[in-house]
């Protein structure tokens, strides 16, 4: 069985890709040009905002989303210790402080009810992860940073057109981050990211601090990085945007298959809320023993993951903030979370073998 899916994709648009990388390569352009201009216009029309601006991963999107809005040293930012490194990279990089807020135990999500009890007079940004490809319940923490003078930055890393209440993440908080790393719902061939936004000024900051802090050539206003979305990738992405929705469509199917197959197996199946429209980048189930579980389906290869095994606060590099700190949700997800394989190539035949290995035995 392919679990990762991507050869099988790639066989879909090999003619498509290959002409575009074919154009790039004869045009003789790789950096700052028009391909990437006309994805950074896709890609604001798609979410729905009035600027995108293409980087070199999610993970320098969310270092430049939080260093646009100027929080930096004594500054603190709201954000879940249950997700990937990064989206918490991206605070401390910064010079602020992280502060962890448990999520809600059925979505994975930061968990409104517990974020104002957690504000200070230091904290600046709330910054939720539509983990999973779930959008975090967005209404109340909306609410929560107008009424408390808040930035909100979206993690939308794992969320590429997934919508809340119809709108689509990334066009909801102050300012969104999106990764193309190869196994995201929109993959680069190689690594990617995008910041979107609608504030005027944001958006040209990001800009000039992706292309070492210059609004031009040889003036330097401040201190910035090179991180910008080639040229070739800009046009790969552009091909792959086109066929985002029906590929979120096939993982929803796989999600559909996946829950009809494991109903009464005794795992947990993801909640998708009547406010969320779930695009399934990771199908995670929770099961008391999963190890257990994860070992047999090995056996019958079928590769499985854990999405996170540790949390962040009791990762060694954290160990300052928090290995004492008790989140009590994240830290039972971390313990009961399997990632089955999940992709727009899966079939029905793959999926019902995967929840036959799970439920005989
Ligand atoms: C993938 C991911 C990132 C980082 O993106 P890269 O492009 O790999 O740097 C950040 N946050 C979340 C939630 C992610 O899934």
Known sequence: MDCVGLKSQY??????????????????????????????EEFAEYIGTQYAIGLNSGSD???????????GPGDEVLTVAHTYISSVDSIVRNGATPVFVDIDPETFCIDPAQ???????????????????QPADMTPIMNIAKR?????????CQAHGAKYKGEKVGGIGDI??????????????????????????????????????????????????????????????SIKLKY??????SRHQVADWYNEYLNGSGLVTPVEKDYAEHVYHLYVVR??????????????????????????????????????????ATEQACREILSLPIHPCLTHDDVR????AIVTT
Request: aromatic share 8%; glycine share 8%.
């Open 11 to 40: 066989d879909e648009i090999a003619g498509e890709i290959k002409a575009a990388l074919d154009r790039v390569l004869t045009s003789g352009w790789f950096i700052l040009g028009q391909e990437l201009a006309s994805f950074e």
């Open 61 to 71: 999107a969310l270092l430049l989303a939080v260093k646009a809005l100027g929080i």
């Open 115 to 133: 974020i104002e009890d957690k504000i200070t007079e230091k904290t600046k940004a709330i910054l939720p992860v539509h983990l999973y490809g």
């Open 148 to 156: 408390h003078n808040l930035f909100v930055i979206e993690d939308a």
């Open 176 to 237: 969104a981050c999106f990764s193309f790393y190869p196994v995201k719902n929109l993959g680069a061939y190689g690594d990617g990211g995008m910041v979107v936004t609608n504030d005027d000024e944001l958006a040209e900051k990001v800009k000039m601090l992706r292309n070492y802090g210059q609004p031009e050539k040889h003036r330097h206003v401040f201190v910035g990085v090179n991180s910008r979305l080639d040229e070739m990738q800009s046009a790969i992405l």
């Open 244 to 249: 985002l929705d029906p590929w979120n469509q």
């Open 287 to 328: 099961c008391k023993n999963r190890d257990t579980v994860q070992q047999k389906l090995t056996k019958c290869g079928i590769h499985t993951q854990i999405h996170y095994p540790v949390p962040v606060h009791k990762q060694p590099a954290y160990q300052n903030l928090g290995f004492d700190l008790s989140l009590p």
């Open 353 to 356: 073998a995967v929840a036959d």
